[in-house]
């Protein structure tokens, strides 16, 4: 009777034991529930969240579009937009902002504000979460606009980077070299190193076709048409 009671006690204290460990199991997987509806509740709300501000910032990106699109558009127009440009590329979402910063570089320019258009640019540029393109876009610009003001030596190192990377800019940025091979006072191998890029941006079949022709025109001038 004793060895019964004490093996009926030994199996009480097991299961209270088991009770005891599933009711603290069930405690923490509640909590782990608990913590994936509420984590999976703040990732719906912040998709949400970022789909509704890239709409709206659209919407305005757009809206200003439209106001420089009518050919009548007066000061206080361009202006305005100007202001949303800036204000998308300061506080806009990834991608709006950066179309909203090329925009505003654009207006800049025709304003002859190259200081201003020159920081739009460097924005795009700098941004980590703009487009591959766009920032090589932004960079081109950013040479572009100092080709006939700034010292060769420090635009060459960014022309050569675009080159290198080929895509939708390479061949611009060739020709930027060929820009800075011809200035005047060339010597005979800068002339000759032009020449050279200018064979290869004629040959070019992924090269735009302005491009191409102005570099065909320019080879013409060397007597090496063909």
């Not at 509640?30 to 994936?36: C, D, E, I, K, S």
């Not at 509806?37 to 579009?65: C, D, M, N, P």
């Not at 127009?77 to 204000?87: G, L, S």
Request: glycine share 10%; proline share 3%.
């Amino acid at each position: 009777m004793a060895d019964d009671f004490i093996t009926e006690v030994n199996e009480e204290i097991r299961l209270q034991r088991l009770r005891a460990a599933a009711r603290r199991w069930g405690a923490v997987v509640a909590g782990v529930v608990v913590v994936g509806a509420i984590g999976g509740g703040v990732w719906e709300w912040q998709t949400h969240a970022r789909k509704a501000a890239q709409g709206a910032a659209s919407a305005r990106y757009f809206t200003a579009l439209e106001t420089l699109a009518d050919p009548k558009h007066d000061k206080s127009v361009t202006q305005q937009a100007e202001a949303t440009f800036q204000d998308l590329a300061d506080h806009g979402p990834a991608g709006v902002r950066s179309y909203a910063a090329l925009r505003l570089a654009d207006l800049k320019m025709q304003d002859h504000d190259t200081t201003s258009a020159l920081k739009a640019w460097n924005s795009v540029a700098s941004d980590s979460a703009a487009e591959p393109a766009l920032k090589d876009l932004a960079r081109y610009m950013v040479l572009n606009a100092q080709t006939n003001t700034a010292d060769p030596k420090t635009l060459r190192p960014g022309y050569e980077g675009l080159a290198q990377n080929g895509g939708a800019w390479g061949a611009l940025a060739q020709e930027g070299l060929v820009g800075l091979d011809l200035r005047s006072g060339a010597t005979a191998e800068q002339q000759k190193e032009a020449q050279r890029l200018l064979t290869q941006i004629s040959g070019n079949a992924d090269a735009p076709e302005g491009v191409r022709a102005r570099a065909q025109a320019l080879l013409e001038t060397f007597g090496d048409a063909g």
